[in-house]
């Protein structure tokens, strides 16, 4: 029997175990480019962890690396080597995890224009926040840290103001709104965002209200009397849009995708794209390594009902020809 024919409507048919075979080669072609396509993914995602990794040098786990302004010095990749401190020096200067945390939105700052708010005012836009804690006097870490939000809100595709902002507050009571204008000034002149003036926002408030927000999000630091400076750990906090903690990035480089992704998850997939969603289905983010890893349980459940619908639609599709070419064929014989 001829692998193929063609009936007197034209349409060309195919043998039972000619059409079998087709049906086994379009399943296997769509689970190894499903395979492929995670293989890609976690390449991706090692590659950004690398470049992570390089970046990380001041503090990986909270509190065991500060930096000492005096004697750090940069390394050839342009980042901070690491100093341990006496456990005297860093006494109280941790990053405590606070998932769930609920921001005291009632405190009260001074933004950049000298005006008087309250944190609640920077939760009525529907959009996640990332808080930035620093103190703008600082004479190395929060500049850092500051540059690094910076960049990585730069290289994302994700706009300030659009689909999250970003609140810097300074933790020294001694900061003034004058210098937070200027701060904001600069940052957003580097920025070069439309409408991130409406997002990016600086702030300067009291002790009250320092450490109602500092305690609440679990942000510790220590004053260090000698050095006439702060001693303090680097992160950026992941708010949810009614000013909840949801994640936390360490360090001093944040990679896109990592930020890209924490924002997403606050948002509860208001914000970024149906490929964002996916990746949230296949990554959990790793509170350890500060980053999402591959969740494979996930990725086995979304491959196993993949598959149990790709194979249901070619059997569909097959039983679907089939009674048509029966019904034709029945229609031909009725004619003669």
């Not at 439309?194 to 209200?209: N, Y």
């Not at 009614?242 to 924490?262: A, E, I, N, W």
Request: net charge positive; charged share 25%.
């Amino acid at each position: 029997m001829k692998p193929s024919t063609a009936n007197q409507a034209g349409v060309v048919t195919f043998s039972r175990r000619k059409r079998k075979s087709i049906a086994r080669g379009c399943v296997m072609l769509i689970l190894l480019a499903m395979q492929v396509g995670v293989v890609h993914a976690a390449s991706e995602t090692a590659n950004e962890i690398k470049a992570e990794n390089r970046g990380r040098s001041v503090i990986s786990k909270p509190p065991a690396l500060i930096v000492d302004p005096e004697n750090d010095v940069r390394t050839l990749d342009d980042t901070l080597s690491r100093k341990e401190r006496s456990p005297e020096e860093i006494a109280g200067v941790t990053i405590e995890q606070k998932l769930g945390a609920k921001l005291p939105l009632d405190a009260q700052f001074t933004n950049e224009l000298g005006e008087s708010v309250t944190l609640g005012d920077y939760f009525k836009s529907g959009r996640p926040v990332v808080l930035n804690l620093g103190y703008f006097q600082c004479p190395m870490l929060c500049g850092l840290v500051l540059n690094a939000t910076l960049d990585v809100a730069k290289e994302m595709d994700l706009k300030v103001g659009k689909d999250y902002d970003i609140l810097s507050v300074s933790f020294d009571p001694r900061d003034t709104a004058v210098v937070a204008k200027l701060k904001k000034q600069n940052y957003l002149k580097e920025l070069g965002q439309a409408g991130a003036d409406k997002g990016w926002h600086f702030l300067v408030g009291k002790d009250p209200s320092i450490k109602a927000l500092t305690e609440t999000v679990g942000f510790g630091y220590r004053w260090n009397p000698d050095r006439q400076e702060y001693v303090h750990a680097a992160a950026l906090i992941i708010l949810t849009p009614d000013g909840q903690v949801s994640r936390y990035l360490y360090g001093v480089k944040y990679v896109p995708r990592t930020t890209r992704l924490s924002l997403v998850e606050a948002s509860e997939n208001k914000i970024g794209n149906v490929v964002d969603s996916v990746l949230l289905y296949c990554f959990l983010y790793d509170a350890n390594k500060g980053r999402y890893t591959l969740a494979a349980l996930n990725i086995m459940r979304a491959g196993g009902v993949m598959t149990v619908l790709i194979i249901s639609t070619v059997v569909l599709i097959a039983l679907r020809r089939e009674r048509k070419k029966q019904a034709m064929t029945e229609a031909t014989d009725a004619r003669d």
